[in-house]
């Protein structure tokens, strides 16, 4: 019985830890930025702008759709995301523009890359991959 005991304190030590790990793998924006919209227009010449940058730094790992499936992809650990889908596009353009910034794991932190503008006028591009 104390074997049973311990085997089952051993279970619940490791469901534990497991589901700590998955917590750690979410990705989690300050309500404060999540708030933030877009200051640049979605124009049409902003959005070939946008595609520009984000052909130069996004389409090596996140494909020329956005389905994750770029050059560098399978180097990646993490889930690259689809920008097609409509989970994806659940997020706001403040969350999206903060991941960008501020980076996490495998994804870079373009804060040192790109300006704020140029961040934003990404966004727009990625809201344009939606199905």
């Known amino acids: 019985m104390k074997q049973f005991g311990f085997l089952l304190m051993v279970a619940v030590f490791a469901v534990g830890l497991m589901s700590f790990a998955v917590d750690q793998d979410k990705w989690v924006v300050p309500a404060k930025d999540k708030a933030v919209k877009n200051p640049v227009e979605g124009s049409k ?41 409509a ?28 300006n704020d503008e140029e961040i934003w006028l990404t966004v727009h591009y990625m809201r344009s991959l939606k199905k």
Do not use: I, W
């Open 45 to 85: 010449e902003n959005l070939n702008e946008a595609k520009t940058l984000y052909n130069l730094h996004c389409k090596s790992c996140h494909g020329a759709k956005g389905l994750g499936d770029g050059s560098k992809a399978k180097s990646m650990k993490g889930d690259l995301g689809d920008f097609s889908s």
């Open 87 to 114: 989970e994806f596009h659940t997020q706001t353009d403040g969350e999206l523009f903060y991941k960008t910034k501020v980076g996490k794991a495998d994804m870079p932190s373009f804060a040192k890359k790109l």
